[in-house]
């Protein structure tokens, strides 16, 4: 296990640039820990960039060459927003105790709305690390490591998204020039 946070650290800080400063988060019981890495001004000088160390412990479902395929997950939010870490736990504790999918396109209800009622983006969407195209996949001795990027998405959003498809709504992100850093912004739909 040791083995493993240790290569998720290394490729965190090989893509970051720097080395990344720990967190360590546990679920209501105690019962999941798990890390959020995070390196200010990364991607630009208003962001942190995060990636989270422990969810490589949840069985995915998937595998590759017969090798179980595991996730962690990663993200970037304004710096003036303290939750987004927060927000990062509860994805992974959400997959480790529902035992939820966890593919390119999953929609996760819910993620941000315990933490902070008050916010426009209520949910997250997982897609390939598009910001970041140095998360290559961790082979470790017993499975794979990859990583998603985690997006904060309206209700709205999370609508188009079921009616119409993942693609159709990143389409919408793309032309509106949506600041997904920003977990107050408006919606595109």
Known sequence: MANEQERIIQKATEVFGIAPTLESFSDEGDRYNIQVASVENQLRDDTTSFVTIGGYEAPTGYTVGGVPLRIELVGA???????????????????????????????????????DPDLHMQHVLLIPPVLWEDFSTIDADDKKITWLQVIPISEKERTHALQHGVDSLLRHFEEAQVNIFNLERKSVM
């Open 77 to 115: 939010c304004q710096t003036t927003y303290d939750i987004f870490p927060d927000i990062l736990a509860h994805c992974v504790y959400h997959k480790m105790k529902s035992h939820v999918s966890c593919f390119p396109g999953a929609l996760y209800k819910d993620m941000i709305t315990p933490i």
